[in-house]
C-alpha cells in the first residue's frame, strides 16, 4: 500500500504559477500510474491530469491543456503537476492518486485510483 503526500500549494494572482509535489512512500511509485484531481467547494472532484507508470503517456481535462503539465521522478518517488497562467476558477483542493491496477493507462476516471492524498489546497485571486 502506497501513503501520498501533497504539497506546495498556495495563494498566487491570476497568471500565476505554481508546481505541486507528491511524495509517495511505503512502496515504489514505479508501481503505479499517477492523476491529479481537484474539487472546490460546493462541487465535485475533477480530473486535472494523468501519467502512466513511467511517465510516456500523459492526458490532460481540457480546461488544463496547455497551461498545466505533469510529470514523475520514480527515482524520487514524487509527482509534479506544474501549473501555469493560472485562473481563478482553478482555484481548489488539489489531491494527488495513485492507480495500480492500470499502471499502462493515464486514466482519468476515479474508479481507478485506489489511493488518494489528503491534498493541498490553491487559490488563484484574481
Known amino acids: 500500500q502506497v501513503q501520498l503526500v501533497e504539497s506546495g500549494g498556495g495563494l498566487v494572482q491570476t497568471g500565476g504559477s505554481l508546481r505541486l509535489s507528491c511524495a509517495a512512500s511505503g512502496r515504489a511509485l514505479s508501481s503505479y500510474a499517477m492523476g491529479w484531481f481537484r474539487q472546490a467547494p460546493g462541487k465535485e472532484r475533477e480530473f486535472v491530469a494523468a501519467?502512466?507508470?513511467?511517465?510516456?503517456?500523459?492526458y490532460y481535462a481540457d480546461s488544463v491543456k496547455g497551461r498545466f503539465t505533469i510529470s514523475r521522478d520514480n527515482a524520487k518517488n514524487t509527482v509534479y503537476l506544474q501549473m501555469n497562467s493560472l485562473k481563478p476558477e482553478d482555484t481548489a483542493v488539489y489531491y494527488c492518486?495513485?492507480?495500480?491496477?492500470?499502471?499502462?493507462?493515464?486514466?482519468?476516471?476515479?474508479?481507478?485510483?485506489?489511493?488518494w492524498g489528503q491534498g493541498t489546497q490553491v487559490t488563484v485571486s484574481s
Open positions: 501519467t502512466n507508470w513511467i511517465g510516456d503517456s500523459t
Open positions: 492518486a495513485a492507480n495500480g491496477r492500470r499502471r499502462l493507462l493515464a486514466a482519468a476516471g476515479r474508479e481507478y485510483y485506489d489511493y
